[in-house]
């Protein structure tokens, strides 16, 4: 468990303007965009802060849970894997325990990953505090599941508070943070924020925002973005029922600069109509390279894979600016 590192103020001024920054030379910028394309919206509603144009930074490789094809999701072992293997984003769930911290696991109950002491490493995490955590081992799980890719160290992976992975990978690699059940939760957004403050990355990172945060909840990424308009933000769209329509894309931009649909909803019609708005679209979860292909060449600006091996081999073959955001007028303007 780290320490906080740097002060709120430096992190909030820092990511500022380097999102600013980014803005003013990509969507937001009137004069020197050299596609040609024209800065005229087709929506009537307008974004109401900078947005990250994704689209020129080339293909982001968000690693699922971290490389958790082959190491226990959430641990160490993924994430530094991920690391490795040329991830541009480690990819978070969070999950709120007793005592109002953060700790990095996609389910709400720990039996499927967590293995030790009944009373601390079965049910509902909510119902546990960190201290009960701490002996859950979350690896073997892993072992149990793909005897194959079994190593003896990860029986030895532990449960991670976010400020901890944030502390330890820094400005090493970049975030991409999913609430995961804000309604159920009370208090997340609260404790993110809080979390982000004090041990958020501080580098300037010119190419790609250093942290992002994703949620299938609207409300609570509106929340997000009152409070923090800074920070970019994602709006999860669930396989179950339809891909979103112009108007609700067009609510979207209010708030985000990218969607995370599930793959199976991408169309080159939604990639274009989500371009107009300034979105890029970051579908989930793709682990087959042809698959892979097939969306890049859709022109997405990101994908969730539990592989970033073979995303990463396979960008080289790709265009690195996807090159579909339209430079965007100012709110007022
Ligand atoms: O965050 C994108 C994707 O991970 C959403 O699905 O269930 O894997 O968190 P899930
Ligand atoms: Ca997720």
Not at 62 to 79: D, F, K, L, M, N
Not at 217 to 223: C, G, H, I, P
Request: net charge negative.
């Amino acid at each position: 468990m780290g320490a906080a590192r740097g002060s709120v103020s430096r992190a909030t001024v820092v990511l500022a303007l380097v999102l600013a920054a980014g803005w003013l030379a990509g969507c937001g910028g009137s004069g020197d965009d050299d596609r040609g394309s024209s800065p005229v919206r087709s929506t009537t509603t307008e974004p109401t802060v900078p947005a990250r144009d994704f689209s020129r930074a080339g293909v982001a490789v968000i690693a699922h849970r971290g490389a958790s094809a082959y190491a226990p999701e959430h641990t160490t072992a993924a994430y530094t894997l991920a690391v490795e293997q040329g991830a541009d984003y480690l990819e978070q769930d969070v999950q709120l325990t007793a005592d109002g911290e953060l700790v990095v696991l996609h389910d709400p109950v720990l039996d499927r990953t967590a293995r030790g002491p009944a009373a601390s490493c079965t049910g509902p995490v909510s119902e546990k505090t960190v201290a009960d955590l701490t002996s859950c081992d979350m690896g073997s799980w892993f072992n149990e599941a793909h005897p194959d890719l079994a190593e003896a160290t990860f029986s030895s992976q532990r449960l991670l508070r976010l400020a901890d992975v944030l502390d330890d990978y820094g400005d090493e690699v970049r975030y991409y943070i999913e609430i995961k059940a804000p309604d159920e939760q009370p208090g997340m957004v609260d404790a993110l924020l809080e979390v982000l403050a004090e041990h958020g990355p501080e580098a300037d990172d010119p190419v790609l925002p250093p942290v992002v945060v994703q949620s299938f909840s609207a409300e609570a990424l509106r929340q997000i973005h009152e409070r923090r308009p800074e920070l970019p933000l994602v709006q999860l769209i669930p396989a179950v029922g339809t891909a979103p329509d112009g108007a609700a894309l067009d609510g979207i931009a209010e708030y985000a600069v990218a969607i995370g649909p599930a793959k199976e909803l991408v169309t080159r019609e939604l990639v274009e109509a989500a371009a107009e708005r300034c979105l890029d679209v970051h579908p989930y979860t793709v682990e087959d390279s042809s698959e892979m292909a097939g969306l890049l060449d859709l022109r997405v600006g990101g994908l969730f894979t539990n592989s970033p091996d073979v995303l990463r081999r396979l960008l080289p073959e790709q265009p690195l600016d996807t090159g579909l955001c339209p430079a965007r007028a100012t709110a007022g303007s």
